[in-house]
């Protein structure tokens, strides 16, 4: 038989001992008599009395957490439950809200009706409230000291405060350069600059990723505001030192100024994020502040991000082709593909609807894959067909800078021509100048395995960037598209013939093909063709069009109508 232990006095002095030490507090629920005894370390916590009741207790616990709270210790009083372990905040002595963990179990008389339930409380606002990786209070902490600032303004009529929503632009692909943990080091530095910035008693948290929150006490007006934001963004202007690389992030910082309107932290902290979505669409990235109707706006964007990635999977997306044609000879020599959404409720969307939205979210990935897979089959397509115009034709498709910076594009675009069994030379990839700016090192990896794959390179609006000499020797394209704005105006504007007649004998120089864009008159036509320009597109020869209206397009004769004489070199 084992010997029975029995308890001693100096037994329950230890457990005294240990119970003063401890820094969590101790309870015990009698539900028979309804009453509900804390210990020192509880009451010191809470301000309630040794002997109380559960309904003073529930009456200090958060309303969006009573609820749950008290099903579950319904659950224990009817003895469905043996155990709780529930995180709930609590109103302290000094009023602000506290995170505790309650931990409990039930004991029994012997014909099994629930008497007691005993436990303890941890307060765990500390690891609750905070950051682990800045150490800057979270959401849930803004959120509590937010809540507060706007009760003390309707307490008080003091409504001299603003939030600020604040994110690191392109923080993903910074960290994808410094890899995981050199990002993280960014976003510790990011808070620390941050924070020794702040008067007091404002509080700059971390809400998620690169995604700060500040509230900035003590601003009267919102150029006060915009002042300290501004400024903010200045301070980020010098350069942060990690892994051996100089980083000098751009921030974006939208502004809510505290009014009346404000009833719950949520709302405010909504038109922040309503107005940093706008700032972070300024280029360069910059201030914003909220105005009316900015949130109906967010939500519309959300919106539509949610059909576009619908529309992506679900074949809501077009297909238009304007082709390109040989301007000694009449001939159409390939199309450019044009993406067009054919939106269930608003009808047919031109890119500038979506594609902005896309390269924002990152959809432009999967919305470029599908469209490089379908300009590759419709060209296969046509081609099977008995238009003798089609047999040769090349097809252009764009490429943003997301996908650019894509690894494995070059994989991509093979497997793509291999699944179509297009021939590499059938094919042409168009950027902009601007693509190539965000990652170039990444990019020109990439053209250059395109190159060797045997794919044609197109540089679009040639002549609008500030670097355009310098990408054509780093980068290997073999055509050049002159821009719109300057065949508008060749026929009566001398700089842009100038301009489009410099852009002609560079390309000459470089061995490289050309194609002049938006070509809308017979005379813009005449003017390109006595400067020797080789090829061209425009409303002129045909607007965008659907796959069947190319093939209408071609057979009933409209192509051939069109009055392009040959010029003498093109008979040469």
């Keep these: ?48 009395d040794a002997c109380s009741t559960l309904d003073a207790w529930l009456d200090r616990v958060h309303p969006h957490d009573k609820p749950r709270l008290e099903i579950e210790l319904l659950a224990l009083r009817r003895g469905k439950a043996q155990r709780i372990a529930n995180e709930h905040r609590v109103r ?13 179990v039930i004991s029994r008389e012997p014909s099994g009706r629930v008497t007691h339930v005993a436990g303890c409380l941890r307060d765990i606002t500390a690891c609750r409230m905070a950051d682990a990786l800045t150490g800057l209070p979270n959401r849930i902490s803004f959120v509590d000291r937010l809540e507060r600032r706007i009760e003390q303004g309707f307490r008080h009529a003091d409504w001299d405060f603003a939030v600020l929503s604040v994110t690191l632009d392109r923080f993903e692909k910074i960290s994808e350069t410094l890899g995981s943990s050199g990002g993280e080091r960014l976003l510790i530095e990011t808070a620390a600059r941050l924070q020794s910035r702040l008067p007091e008693p404002s509080l700059a948290a971390r809400l998620m990723g690169a995604e700060f929150m500040i509230l900035l006490d003590g601003v009267h007006s919102e150029s006060e505001a915009a002042r300290f934001a501004a400024q903010t963004i200045e301070a980020f202007r010098e350069p942060f030192t990690l892994r051996h690389h100089t980083i ?3 921030l974006a910082i939208g502004i809510a100024q505290a009014g009346m309107l404000y009833t719950h932290p949520e709302e405010i902290m909504a038109d922040a994020e309503s107005a940093l979505a706008h700032a972070r669409r300024q280029e360069p990235p910059g ?63 031109p890119p500038s609807e979506f594609i902005p939205l896309a390269e924002e979210t990152g959809l432009i990935v999967p919305l ?33 800078a997301r996908q650019l910076e894509q690894p494995g594009l070059s994989e991509h675009v093979r497997q793509v021509l291999a699944r179509t069994r297009l021939s590499p030379q059938s094919l042409r990839i168009e950027v902009t100048e601007s693509s190539l700016i965000s990652d170039a ?6 053209m250059h395995a395109l190159e060797k794959l045997g794919v044609g390179l197109h540089m679009d609006d040639f002549g609008t960037g500030y670097s355009s000499l310098d990408y054509l020797q780093r980068f290997p394209f073999d055509t050049l598209k002159i821009d719109r704005s300057f065949v508008q105006g060749i026929v009566y ?27 809308e008159d017979a ?14 597109q425009g409303f002129y020869f045909a607007q965008p069009m659907a796959p069947n209206a190319i093939d209408d397009f071609i057979r009933t004769g409209a192509w051939g109508s069109l009055s392009i004489v040959p010029t003498p070199l093109a008979q040469a």
């Design 523 to 536: 005379d813009q036509l005449e003017q390109l063709k006595t400067m020797g320009c080789p090829c061209g």
């Design 441 to 446: 090192p990444a990019a020109q990896k990439n």
């Design 248 to 250: 000098v992030p751009q």
């Design 287 to 349: 201030v914003a502040f909220y105005s009316d109707g900015m949130r109906e706006r967010a939500v519309e964007r959300l919106e539509l991000e949610a059909e576009l990635e619908r529309a992506i999977r679900s074949g809501e997306l077009v297909m238009f082709y304007q082709p390109e044609v040989d301007l000694r000879t009449n001939r159409i020599i390939g199309f450019e593909a044009l993406v067009r959404w054919n939106h269930l409720r608003r009808g047919l969307l």
């Design 92 to 104: 302290s002595l000094d009023g602000a809200w506290r995170w505790v963990q309650m931990r409990g």
């Design 1 to 48: 038989m084992p010997q029975q232990v029995t308890q001693t006095g100096d037994d329950w002095y230890r457990y005294a001992l240990a119970l003063e030490a401890s820094e969590e507090g101790f309870w015990d629920w009698d539900i028979v008599a309804e009453r509900l005894w804390v210990s020192a370390r509880l009451q010191s916590m809470t301000g309630l």
């Design 368 to 400: 470029g894959a599908w469209g490089l897979a379908e300009a590759c089959r419709q060209l296969v397509e046509w081609r099977r067909g008995p238009c003798e115009q089609l047999q040769k034709a090349r097809v252009s498709v764009n490429l943003s």
């Design 493 to 519: 504007d001398r700089d842009s013939r100038l301009i489009v007649d410099s852009i002609l004998s560079l390309a000459r120089s470089f061995g490289l093909d050309v194609v002049a864009e938006g070509i």
